[in-house]
């Protein structure tokens, strides 16, 4: 059973692009969680995704950032106009159920480098 | 956020057993304690989770103290591999996993 799988690893976009981040969860998991690690500090979520719906995203930035996790396919983070202090390892994780109890499983991470 | 508080960092020799501490002095009846660790530039690794009794798994302990304020992780023998950060959360009924600063340990050959 494949782990939760994320692409790109690393991700290098100029100022204003778009960066596209992807994650697949693990199979049978249908719980979706984005988190970001700035350099030297501790992970912060930042949404949590169903198939097709949107759960919670109070931790996601009002402007610039949007995420999806369409019936068919990965979820996708999606940072517009990137600047410099969107630099960091984005994280994705999957859960198969909800709840206190159950423990996420964490991709490898994309790092997105802004010049 | 769910707080809880660990030492910024600590040391073990390797093949001796590691005790990491966590306080959560503030923890509600129905929240679970959850550990992760998270080795250099990887992904966190979830390692262990409990409720009210101390649970084994193949990768380590969890003791948590009766009144629930406080546990710890146990690593029976630390390996070069074990050198992460190692992240002790409460789990409440938010959907989210609140990450602190965690404890670095460092395994000393």
């Known amino acids: 059973n494949a782990g939760v799988m994320q692409n790109p690893r690393h991700l290098v976009r100029r100022r204003g692009q778009e960066a596209r981040l992807r994650c697949s969860p693990m199979k049978g998991h249908s719980h979706v969680y984005w988190y970001r690690q700035l350099p030297e500090e501790g992970l912060k979520f930042m949404v949590y995704?169903?198939?097709?719906?949107?759960?919670?995203e109070s931790g996601m930035p009002k402007e610039r950032f949007s995420a999806e996790f369409p019936k068919e396919g990965p979820s996708i983070l999606r940072i517009q106009q990137v600047v410099r202090g969107d630099s960091a390892a984005y994280f994705c994780?999957?859960?198969?159920?909800?709840?206190?109890?159950?423990?996420?499983?964490f991709g490898p991470g994309t790092r997105l480098t802004v010049t | 956020d769910a707080k809880t508080t660990q030492p910024n960092s600590m040391e073990s020799n390797e093949e001796e057993p590691v005790h990491l501490p966590c306080n959560h002095s503030?923890?509600?009846?129905?929240?679970?304690i959850h550990w992760y660790r998270q080795l250099p530039s990887q992904g966190p690794e979830y390692v262990i989770h409990?409720?009210?009794s101390n649970v084994n798994n193949r990768m380590a302990s969890l003791a948590i103290a009766e009144d629930r304020k406080s546990s710890t992780l146990i690593l029976h023998r630390a390996t070069l591999r074990d050198a992460a950060v190692y992240y002790c959360?409460?789990?409440?009924?938010?959907?989210?996993?609140?990450f602190g600063t965690g404890t670095r340990l460092t395994v000393i050959p």
């Open positions: 995704l169903q198939k097709e719906n949107i759960i919670d």
């Open positions: 959360i409460r789990k409440t009924g938010a959907n989210n996993l609140f």
């Open positions: 503030t923890i509600s009846g129905t929240d679970y």
């Open positions: 409990g409720l009210t």
């Open positions: 994780a999957s859960s198969p159920v909800l709840g206190t109890g159950y423990e996420q499983y």
